[in-house]
């Protein structure tokens, strides 16, 4: 289904039941977002918002894709299943040996849908400039702070293009914009992005680069600029698939080289000077749920605004999970199974991004397998495959499992694995925002083979003793654990949280040697470590703390401890630290970011205006649980 413009996807969603109209004043610095951060870890994501009185011009509309069923309307689908499966069919069709004449032209109706799809440049104006601001002004436009430590209000739905200087190629991505005055904001392309190469040949050629950003229009747009995508793959090509329509492009009045759709809501043009100084840009509450720090980016100047004159400003906040872009990435990864399957990983049956694993920390795949060693095939082609070459832990099970129900998944990947024998580590480049890595955008990765294993790959079978894990016995041992939860044993997984205060270097890796002769902890095959101010009792919670803070070549220690009753047996464990990094008991010498939470002054202020903004129930903020798990108030945590 083809939005006409962002409008209509609003009326849509208004009238499907999905969408709430807040007419209270609600101002976008800080307020909106924690409002927001409320509504949006509601059950099923809550309802999209549109804030109608901001103080400016332009409505705000936040946590539109923020559900699966909202999801699914901005695709045009009934189910995110359904995109991947006429990829598929589409595929297979192309890829069907075309052995008569009449093969040949049952293919020419879809060749003439292909082409229904490709982007169509368009001569004269679009709605998009149907207003030109006499003098360009990003403070004239709500963009939001949303977080207390951000460095100042970020565009966070722009709809960046840029083009290679060389061969003319568009991309089309999405990297947040801090806005630092009138004309001029940061342009926060990682070194592993599109554009940041364009820039570099731009840096080469020693010419201005032009950009322009778009807000709003279809939200095909604002998925297909997150979608990873081969380089060479035009993301309107992918825009015009789902929503089955061409988009039509028109050029840019100040930036001619570059076309946007014809019906975006805001066109923000302008251009990067390569030879020009970086600016320090940042902190940001990421989706990670912690601050990416600030760091050294382009400069992005602005050479004309243009917009709708009905035009709304699209938003999102991103921070602790569950937020709106999890839905994108739930999205993602139906979208993209099947140009996995069919490219890289035919053995591929499914796979799951958990959410908290902020995509790229933690990945289940699962895999028919045929023979010993797929799992480590499967894993090789993963983290060679575009962008998830940034996962961190992979999991691999087979298809006897269900991997959308943890619990059975859990239990059969325990069962199937010994872990001295069956947890790869790894080390490549990460993600620039993963705070864990010793060296930014470098660090360590985990494999962890779940898959029932053939006699090849079994070097020796796990001894099961009668012992038992005596919680009690454990804490009184060692005073520095301040909490434990046992409550997978119960349910058949070998696996406990342990949360901790570290006192000296080396402290974990002692601490699992040391558990791990115990008795009681023979039957234990994983334990996981966090800092002694999370609560290890809130299961997902203490797994969104661990995944992000762990690196697991530096950070894992597989121990083989003697089999209490069984001499000469050796049996097999590992402990991962999952606790902050310092430079004193660690040696991290990088800065360690803080979680990201609300200030006091903006949770009673909303707290006040709530019952004025007809969102139903009170909702506290979801920010007083996590503020005990802070170190001091900024963005850096002092050292």
Known sequence: MAYKHLKHFIDTLEKAGELIRIKTYVDPKLEIAEITDRVSKSPNGGKALLFENTGYDFPVLINSMGSYRRMCMALGVQELDDVANEIESLVKLLSKPKEGIL???AMLPKLGQFASWMPKGVSGRGACQEVIMSEPDLSKIPVMQCWPKDGGPFITLPVIHTKDPNTGTRNVGMYRMQVFDKTMTGMHWHKHKVSAKHFMEYKKLKKRMPVAVILGGDPAYTYSATAPLPENVDEYMLAGFLRKQKVELVKCITQPEIEVPADADFVIEGYVDPEEELIWEGPFGDHTGYYSLADWYPRFHVTAITHRKDAIYPSTIVGIPPQEDAWIGKATERVFLAPIKMTMVPEMIDMEMPVEGVFHNLVIAQIKKDYPGQAQKVMNAMWGAGQMMFNKILVVADEHTSIQNYKELAQYVFKHLNPATDIYLSQGPMDVLDHSCSKMGF????????TAKYEEE?????ITTDQTFNRTNVMQRFPEIK????????DGIPCILVSVEKARPLHIK????QLYNMPELSNIKMVLFV??????QDLPSALWRFCNNLDPRRDSFIVRPAVPGHPGKLGAGIGMDGTLKTRALDNFERDWPNIIVADDATIKIVDEKWASLDLGPFIPSPSHKYKPQMYGEEAVVPQ
């Not at 909490?483 to 119960?490: G, P, Q, R, V, Y």
């Not at 002692?510 to 040697?513: A, K, R, W």
Request: with cysteine; proline share 0%; net charge negative.
């Open 531 to 536: 800092e002694h101010t999370v609560d290890v």
């Open 443 to 450: 660090g360590g990765k985990m494999c962890i083979d779940g």
């Open 510 to 513: 002692e601490l699992t040697e």
């Open 458 to 462: 079994i070097e020796s079978e796990l």
């Open 103 to 105: 093969d040949k032209l």
């Open 483 to 490: 909490d434990i939860n046992d409550s997978l044993l119960k």
